[in-house]
């Protein structure tokens, strides 16, 4: 048993203090907001991840799991502190490191007894080092602390899964005492452990995030091509995944890459680049697509329509992806504003993240159109000019055609996720487009 401090309690905090506590160790969460420890306090999870809540409980009822503010105490004695603190972009593209500071200010003032500080938030390369000379520049007691980088590769969603059954521990130490805690962390999680040098464990995780970046905006940018040649995108990836040199996921096409990591962490990456004088096209290339790519239903729609101006447009899904409440980088982020600005009467369905984009467009009037929430999809779709799928949750998926064509007033759904069967849509009378897909109209 190992006895663990976690520095925030986001989705890569929480997930990794509570599975620690499920192996055995024995963790403390720490945030700053108050309220979210509370809450966590009351057995209730403040992000909506499976099983998550299950293993809060029932690892606090069994005493190995406490929340708390009190950084001090869950500093104090701690034999490592991972920090899961936010590293948001900067303007510039740059990762903010604040947060990651203001906590190693924090454990410089509390640590009592020699323990290693672990790294889960993404960082550039380069950025651990500096972490520690700033503890050490700060270190209140007279005790050792090292820092080692353990980046987190899980995906929202399945957060819990991915942490229990990830593919890889990546561990970058620069002593054996760094590395031998880690292995003794990890031990009871009985998986692949790759354990290399503090920058190499910075860099495998902007690598590996950007290269399923490239991959997804790849398949974009073919898929637009397939549009053009009367190709397949689809039928073109289902070719294509029987490769085994270039496997069978991540080749959707669809409205581009969203959430709190692809988009950030390829910027990033393009930032170090450029301060070490070097170019990074293929990542550049990423984003680029990625950009262009999210607002391409929007595009579609605004050709083949006089206006949206009146129109009641239903909206599925508002999430950057099924399985979560993050709205980081949606592609509804993006949308919505646009179709507001046209005037567009939107009546958005979501089921966990509606709250969440109320409060960042309340329901009713903006400008020329307006917002409003409903909590089931046929009130979304009932009397509706248009449809935009962009979250592909269960139950967006499980709309027939039937009920398209039955519910709206024009059946024409634009999806950005290609949920639906293009023959089967045309078959039902509804006027479809979706990405790389040949158009009904
Ligand atoms: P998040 O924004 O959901 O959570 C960060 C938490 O840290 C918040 O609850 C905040 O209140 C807390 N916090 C801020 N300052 C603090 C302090 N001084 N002490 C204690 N708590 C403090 O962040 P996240 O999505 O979990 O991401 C964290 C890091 O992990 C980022 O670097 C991100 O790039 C990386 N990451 C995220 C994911 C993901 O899917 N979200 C996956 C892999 C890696």
Redesign the pocket.
Known sequence: MVRIAV?????????AGVCFAEVGHQVTC????EN?VNVMRSGVS??FEAGLEELMQKNYSAGRLNYT?D?QSAYRDADAIFI?????EQPDGS?NLS??A??AR?IAESVEKDCLVVV????PVGTNDKVEQFIRDFLVNDVRVEVASN??????GS?VHDTLHADRIIIGTESKWAQEMLMQIYEPFHLPIVSVNRRSAEMI?YAS?DFLALKISYMNDIANLCELVGADIQDVSRGMSFDERIGSKFLNAGIGYG???FP??TKALEYIAKQHGYELKTVKAAIDVNEEQKKILYKKASKRLITLHGLKVAVLGLTFKPGTD?L?EAASLENVPLLLEQGADIYAYDPVGAENFARIYPEGKHGRGSITYVDHIEHALDGANVCFIFTEWGEVKAITPEMYKKLMRTPLVYDGRNIHSVAQMQEAGVEYHSIGRKHTS
Do not use: H, M, W
């Open positions: 520095a925030g309690t986001g989705y890569v905090g929480l997930v720490v945030d700053i907001d979210k403040p992000i503010t950084y899961g603190v936010g590293t948001p990762a947060y990651i203001t906590v924090q889960k938030s993404t960082v980046p987190e590769f899980l995906a929202q957060a995780k995030n959430g709190s990591c950030k962490d993050d980081r």
